[in-house]
């Protein structure tokens, strides 16, 4: 793995998708997205669930 990503998410339904869709895409292969959920009570969770279940290099970790 040559970069790994942290990423803190809490309550950003409206703009977590273009930004995790616009990492996804990226022409750099080899790298991870460690998304935290931080108690979101807005949908992003369910978001972030939906994308480490599409793609093996984002993988979700929900903390209250």
């Not at 793995?1 to 616009?22: D, G």
């Not at 990492?23 to 939906?50: A, K, P």
Request: glycine share 4%; proline share 2%; aromatic share 6%.
């Amino acid at each position: 793995m040559k970069v790994s990503i942290i990423l803190p998410v809490y309550n950003a339904v409206q703009t977590i998708n273009r930004m995790l869709e616009s990492l996804r895409v990226q022409t750099l292969t080899d790298f991870e997205v460690l998304m935290i959920d931080d108690g979101s009570t807005d949908g992003s969770s369910t978001i972030l669930d939906e994308y480490a279940k599409k793609d093996i290099r984002f993988q979700v970790v929900h903390k209250k």
